[in-house]
């Protein structure tokens, strides 16, 4: 991959689209991983303007750290950088304590991870709304496109999506040639939804270079008994994935009504 050139051509489509659009800049939730500091650099070098936001739920502090650090980073290098800290935990809590308990707690903590990030996608729009800025999305291709690893009107609730064509190992070499942070590289990649240590892999069960190996595969009509050992589990996990998640893939269904009915 021609690095310069691609982060050249993300700047560049970025700032034509907000132009045209009659947009002032962007607003970015800042996690402290590998995708969102890409992201909100590139939004950076476009030279309008820029607000990182922090909303930490429960937030593991080496998250924290790791964001803190990337948003004095962009603030010390760009000067249309701002950043500002909402903490959604008590919100969060006032929430868990307004719906029904269920038998077993463990039943909901998915419903709750996503709460997290449906949350997040309400408040960046707040401010979206206050600036006329654009919500950037930071999710890759082998998230969005490939397994669907995100929360379909939380993280996935973006106005643009500027390293949805990404895989993820694209990603870090954008990361690598723009002189992010080392700590935010070497981080192994989470979604910070559940408080603990779990990470992407964990959840998944597989690394994101097996992930992007499946996807290639898959692109290429193989299917899984052309492999075996653990090649055969991760294409598998992938293309269990890549079905169960077509829905934050595709257009909402729409129920067409036949003409002779109306």
Known sequence: MQTE?????????????????KIGGFVIGISG??????????????????LCVEMPIHQNPNQVTLAQNHIAWLKE???NVSSLTTDLTPVFDQLVEAVPRVDNENDRMMALANTRARLRMTTLYYFAGL??????????????????????????????????D???????????????NQQIQN?????????????????????YP?????????EQGKISTEFTG???EVFEIYTKLNRVNQHKMTSIPVCVIPSELR
């Open 77 to 79: 290098n760009y000067s």
């Open 5 to 21: 050139a691609v982060i050249n051509h993300i700047v560049d489509w970025l700032k034509t689209y907000a132009e045209n659009a």
């Open 166 to 180: 990404l895989v993820k190992s694209e990603v870090y070499a954008l990361a690598k040639g723009m002189g992010i």
């Open 210 to 218: 097996e992930l992007e190996w499946a996807m290639s595969m898959s």
């Open 33 to 50: 991983g590998i995708d969102s500091a890409v992201t909100s650099t590139l939004c950076a070098k476009t030279g309008l303007k820029l």
């Open 187 to 207: 981080a192994a990649p989470t979604d910070g939804l559940w408080g603990d240590q779990r990470n992407d892999e964990d959840q998944i069960g597989a690394s």
């Open 230 to 232: 653990r090649k055969r």
């Open 131 to 164: 600036k006329n800025y654009l919500v950037a999305g930071t999710g890759n291709k082998v998230e969005d496109f490939g397994v669907g690893f995100y929360t379909k009107y939380g993280d996935g609730g973006v106005d643009i999506s500027p390293i949805a």
